[in-house]
């Protein structure tokens, strides 16, 4: 019984531990299945919230393509009937001027429309009589008698057609406008235009440049096209409906269309063609019966959308499901080990300091992203421990481990965070220190890292005193790159060693033993990747071996030099600038093909070409580049400078050379149209100057050496000049050197790009000046001060109005802004911006220099400005230049009439400029003859008396308005 009890109570083990097997396979699986039906249905889920999510988009994106396109052609239609409207205005303005003459065909008048051709759009300009004889500006004739727009304009009417090649070498439209005289049409002025043109750059930038624009008739006929029309087959003279049904499927009927634009609607079409989606929107114009037309792939005109946005609740959700599942584990696991791993790969673990190839790095990006470096000091020092050997053998590695560290730490402590520091070698330690003032700041620090060194204090040495022997390069001076400024810090470093150690040395050239081939050896590759240009020391290696087998042929070199490219970088952003840098390679490539030289770059946006002198085509390039910036839309105040060296002795190394031709560029007049400079001995010395004068300019900034001078505005309208205004113009009560007018100073801080900080300096002290003046109980005159173009690309410049006024309690009304013509005439949209916040924000805004070469109709449409200066210093009143003079002053006085806007004269010195200005009408002038730039002193005397005053301001006068009034009617 004993023996069968256990036997039961076996298999009642043996069955139990079977059904807790059983039951755990069990679970297992239900778990599988449990768990697999989750994720099933997850997966399910997500793949529902995004199908969902893409239809919700799909009907989105198409809703919003039509309304984009329709938007987009609305625009650019605005854009093609505001440029005929200023090519109308250029005729009608011109028209009342030829109404006011003798005779319509009399050669001055040829020569002014010359002159407007040349500053204009207008391609051929044509005056014709009411006989329909016509003579074009060119000096051919024709009889336009029989033509329609010719009768139409003998209406009294404007007209336009299209005139085809027949007529004219481009396919353009013919504008015409009447002369009247006395309310009767006295002849016909015309000019044609290229409609080609106006299309493909009003649509240049929309969808890629890949859409297609025409314009045509509302029967179908196409007038114009752009160039990428010819690609699908489209062109002027054929029947767009035609080939529509031709080319594509139409979901709309194409009679439809033309039964819309008969109602003057506009609307969008969808078409395809072998597969592909298109989109067609057209829309009439202004004038005539005109259409422009926009085809578009449908699957460009979806780029760009920002869906996302609208759905982010559900893609959001999606997402970070999905990442969180397949990313989060992977990453939190290996977040450590890639910082570890990063720290490793750039800094020393022994000092935390920068490792060799970390601290190369760093030096070149400051040295290539730096673009006015050599306005200031950049030093290269390299520091060693003298005896360090011996350290090591008698004290061992830990011991020396210890000094390095201490060394390490130091180094941390003396010196900028935004200084360079690195562990090079064993003992050997670099310190890159940027923008120092001057060498003797340098040296100072020098002096205190070898102090700091002795004062090291190693409990294991003893009491034996560590110190260490440095070198020190200065950039550009001894090098401008890492490896030239290591080498040459090195040399002085073995100087250091050779006079005892313990000590420093400023590199100096009777240190360089090493052969010629040592110095241009390589530390990069011969050709630079993003310029396809010889790299840095490959172009002055190949430039030597070349230039010693041309021999005694003459040849020049050239540095290039981008204006302001860290300021390019940072408006347009670091592609455009690298695609800038290609643009300029690939110009001085083409160069050096064609005349059989050789380009290089050299790092940052330096540049070096060298060419035969007979091949010089340095004015090519520049107008090259002009065009370049001018067609994407960048300022033309990035244009490159260009330092020349006429090579005299081939056997000189062509570094050297460059070095020349550096100095000759930064000698050149920047902000000019002429940025070529022709290297002279005496520029070296020249440019010492300059630089030394930027660091003279910054102390005065900070001792308040700069004053502010005041000359008067004056309304003379009444034969006594009474003061509206004051222009604030700037002195430098120097120390050693005692006042010094503007023209001693501003060009050179303009040159540097400096100017931005004493303008900021005169606006704050205008400002305060107004301030006071009000808090003493006076009521002040408006007072005016300079912007100039480097202030409006490196700050917000009405922010900056707008804050300087709110903080110091002063009415904008009484700060006026200037703002030179030249940097008016700039296509970039930043200016017209400014200008635009600038009145918005209640600020009157004074257009200076206007006339001096840049005046048009069209820049004021572009930049609204409430006053307009003239500087008579443009103007010459000697016999031979009289004539000319008087032209211009009327032709700038009747401009500023004809748009109502109030004009100022400046630089009035003799009485005979102010009888000719009297006669002419003008009332506000400024100048010696009346009061000179004064100190505020003085100037607040003046303006005491208000019997001096005349509150009224700047406006337009009672002759202007009727004017105005007069053309208008």
Not at 78 to 91: A, F, G
Not at 827 to 847: C, H, P, Q, W
Request: charged share 30%; aromatic share 10%; proline share 2%.
């Amino acid at each position: 019984m004993a023996f069968h009890s256990k036997i039961d109570d076996k298999m009642t083990k043996v069955t139990k531990i079977r059904k807790a097997v059983r039951n755990m396979r069990a679970k297992r699986q239900s778990d599988i299945k449990k768990y697999s039906k989750i994720i099933a249905f997850f997966v399910i889920a997500i793949l529902i919230c995004i199908a969902g999510f893409f239809m919700l988009m799909q009907r989105s994106v198409s809703r919003n393509v039509e309304q984009a396109i329709d938007e987009a052609l609305e625009r650019r239609n605005d854009y093609i009937c505001e440029k005929l409207e200023v090519q109308y205005d250029w005729l009608e303005a011109n028209a009342a001027y030829l109404s006011e003459k003798s005779g319509l065909f009399e050669e001055e008048n040829y020569a002014l429309l010359r002159t407007v051709r040349d500053n204009c759009d207008l391609m051929r300009i044509m005056i014709a009589d009411t006989t329909g004889y016509a003579r074009y500006a060119d000096g051919t004739e024709e009889n336009i008698e029989e033509e329609e727009y010719f009768r139409e304009v003998l209406k009294g009417n404007r007209a336009i057609i299209r005139i085809t090649g027949e007529k004219s070498a481009a396919i353009a439209a013919l504008l015409a406008v009447p002369i009247l005289k006395n309310g009767q049409v006295v002849g016909v002025l015309g000019g044609e235009y290229d409609m080609a043109e106006a299309c493909r750059k009003s649509f240049e930038s929309a969808y890629q440049n890949m859409g297609t624009a025409v314009i045509m008739a509302s029967d179908g006929i196409v007038l114009f096209s752009d160039e990428n029309s010819e690609t699908l087959g489209v062109s002027p003279g054929e029947l767009l409906y035609g080939y529509l049904r031709r080319k594509f499927t139409v979901s709309l009927n194409l009679d439809g269309i033309k039964d819309k634009l008969k109602e003057g609607l506009d609307g969008c079409v969808h078409l395809k063609r072998d597969g592909e989606s298109y989109h067609l929107a057209y829309r009439p114009m202004c004038v005539n019966d005109w259409v422009v037309c926009y085809l578009v792939p449908a699957g460009i005109a979806k780029e760009g959308f920002d869906f996302i946005r609208k759905y982010e609740g559900m893609l959001a959700i999606s997402i970070t499901i999905l990442i969180i599942i397949l990313v989060w584990t992977v990453l939190g696991m290996g977040r450590k080990k890639q910082r570890a791993l990063m720290r490793s790969a750039n800094i020393d673990a022994l000092t935390g300091i920068c490792n060799r190839k970390n601290t190369e790095e760093k030096v070149t990006r400051w040295l290539n992203q730096a673009v006015d470096l050599i306005t200031v000091m950049q030093v290269f020092l390299i520091m060693d421990v003298d005896f360090f050997k011996e350290v090591n053998d008698h004290y061992g590695h830990a011991v020396g481990d210890e000094v390095l560290r201490q060394i390490g730490a130091l180094l941390i402590r003396l010196f900028r965070k935004e200084d360079v520091l690195g562990r090079v070698g064993g003992d050997e330690f670099v310190v890159f220190m940027k923008d120092l003032k001057n060498s003797s700041d340098a040296k100072r620090r020098a002096e205190q890292l070898c102090s700091e060194v002795r004062k090291l204090q190693i409990p294991e040495l003893e009491g034996k005193t560590i110190t260490c022997s440095i070198g020190m390069a200065f950039y550009p001076q001894h090098g401008r790159n890492y490896m030239e400024l290591y080498k040459f810090a090195d040399m002085a470093l073995y100087e250091t060693k050779r006079k005892g150690k313990n000590g420093y040395t400023v590199y100096q050239k009777d240190f360089e033993q090493a052969e010629e081939e040592n110095y241009v050896r390589r530390a990069y590759t011969e050709i630079h990747p993003l310029t396809g240009l010889y790299y840095n020391r490959a172009f002055f290696k190949t430039a030597d071996g070349y230039l010693k087998k041309v021999g005694k042929d003459t040849h020049i070199l050239a540095a290039l030099d981008i204006d302001h490219f860290r300021l390019f970088n940072k408006l347009y952003g670091r592609k455009a600038g690298d695609r800038y840098l290609i643009f300029l390679s690939e110009c001085l490539k083409k160069v050096s093909q064609e005349q059989e030289g050789i380009a290089g770059y050299l790092g940052g946006d330096n540049f070096c070409l060298l060419l035969p002198e007979s091949g010089n085509r340095i004015w090519e390039i520049q107008k090259e580049m002009e065009e370049g910036l001018k067609k994407n839309g960048y300022s033309q105040a990035f244009l490159p400078m260009f330092g020349i060296y006429r090579i005299s002795d081939p056997t000189v190394p062509a570094v050297s050379m460059y070095d020349r031709a550096t100095i000759a560029m930064e000698n050149g007049e920047y902000g000019t149209g002429n940025r070529i400079c022709v290297y002279e001995e005496n520029m070296e010395k020249k440019l010492a100057e300059e630089i030394a004068l930027i660091s003279e300019v910054r102390n005065g900034l900070h001792n308040q050496e700069f004053l502010i001078y005041i000359q008067p505005q004056c309304n003379i309208a009444d034969g006594k000049a009474v003061i509206v205004g004051g222009e604030c113009l700037v002195r430098w009560q120097h120390n050693d050197r005692g006042m010094l007018a503007p023209g001693a100073f501003i060009p050179v801080l303009e040159k540097y790009g400096y100017v931005a900080e004493l303008d900021r300096y005169v606006w704050e002290k205008a400002c305060s000046w107004l301030r006071d003046w009000i808090r003493m109980g006076h009521v002040p005159v408006p007072v005016s001060v300079n912007v100039s173009r480097i202030d409006i690309f490196s700050m917000d410049v009405p922010e900056f109005f707008k804050e300087l006024t709110d903080s110091m309690g002063v009415s904008r009304e009484l700060l006026k802004i200037e703002i030179v013509e030249s940097v008016c005439a700039d296509s970039d949209e930043r200016i017209r911006n400014a200008v635009k916040a600038l009145r918005e924000y209640g600020f009157t805004v004074m257009m200076d220099d206007f006339g001096s070469g840049y005046s048009s109709l069209n820049m004021l449409k572009n930049v609204p400005v409430d006053v307009l200066k003239l500087d008579m210093r443009f103007l010459h009143f000697e016999e031979q230049d009289r004539e000319r003079g008087i032209s211009i002053v009327e032709s700038v006085v009747g401009m500023s009439r004809q748009i109502g806007l109030p004009i100022i004269v400046e630089g009035i010195e003799t009485i005979q400029q102010v009888e000719f200005l009297a006669k002419m009408g003008c009332r506000y002038v400024q100048g010696f003859y009346y009061f000179k730039p004064m100190p505020v002193p003085d100037f607040e005397q003046l303006i005491s008396n208000e019997a001096n005053l005349d509150r009224s301001g700047f406006i337009a006068t009672e002759a202007d308005k009727e004017d105005v009034i007069k053309e208008g009617d």
